[in-house]
T-cell receptor, first 116, second 109 residues
Framework: DTGVSQDPRHKITKRGQNVTFRCDPISEHNRLYWYRQTLGQGPEFLTYFQNEAQLEKSRLLSDRFSAERPKGSFSTLEIQRTEQGDSAMYLC??????????????FGPGTRLTVL | DAKTTQPPSMDCAEGRAANLPCNHSTISGNEYVYWYRQIHSQGPQYIIHGLKNNETNEMASLIITEDRKSSTLILPHATLRDTAVYYCIVSSNTGKLIFGQGTTLQVKP
């Protein structure tokens, strides 16, 4: 297994544009998480899925943000009408099926978003 | 989830043990202590976790005090590649990790 992958690795966009990121988790993992990380800060939890069900969303996830995991495999994170404050690293992680492994998360390399 | 307190930065000489402390005085009985690290420009990497007993794996050792209010991550023989930000997190098995600002460990030759 090649681990968690994210695409693209870098994205530069203009304010007001929509962007979409993709995350491919480790194949046997049923949980998938999205985090956001700004410079000098630790990652902040955004949302997570168990299979295709989105079980929790942070209040950080405004109406402009939407995440999906339609078939319980890969996930997408879309940001509509981007703002400069959305500039950050967006990290995806996955974890296994048992409760004891939920917090042992495998992270992808992240997508760095720059909003001009 | 309980909050943790870590020193913002630490230095360690290459080949020596790195001991990274973490205070979590409000930890609940069902919460575990997790350690992750993040090497520059990479995603965080899971290191180790424990509930109340000391734990050791191929990467590190975790020492948890008897009252569980603090813990220490030990890298027994630090190398330059261990230079990273180390995060101590306390969490029950929810999958929701709350990262603080961590400790930046600089391993020096």
């Amino acid at each position: 297994d090649t681990g968690v992958s994210q695409d693209p690795r870098h994205k530069i966009t203009k304010r007001g544009q929509n962007v979409t990121f993709r995350c491919d988790p480790i194949s046997e993992h049923n949980r998938l998480y999205w985090y956001r990380q700004t410079l000098g800060q630790g990652p902040e939890f955004l949302t997570y899925f168990q299979n295709e069900a989105q079980l929790e969303k942070s209040r950080l996830l405004s109406d402009r943000f939407s995440a999906e995991r339609p078939k319980g495999s890969f996930s997408t994170l879309e940001i509509q009408r981007t703002e400069q404050g959305d500039s950050a690293m967006y990290l995806c992680a996955s974890s296994g099926r048992t409760a004891s492994s939920y917090n042992e998360q495998f992270f992808g390399p992240g997508t760095r978003l720059t909003v001009l | 989830d309980a909050k943790t307190t870590q020193p913002p930065s630490m230095d360690c000489a290459e080949g020596r043990a790195a001991n990274l402390p973490c205070n979590h005085s409000t930890i609940s009985g069902n919460e575990y202590v997790y350690w992750y690290r993040q090497i520059h420009s990479q995603g965080p990497q899971y290191i180790i976790h424990g509930l109340k007993n000391n734990e050791t794996n191929e990467m590190a050792s975790l020492i948890i005090t008897e009252d569980r209010k603090s813990s220490t991550l030990i890298l027994p023989h630090a190398t330059l590649r261990d230079t990273a930000v180390y995060y101590c997190i306390v969490s029950s098995n929810t999958g929701k990790l709350i990262f603080g600002q961590g400790t930046t460990l600089q391993v020096k030759p």
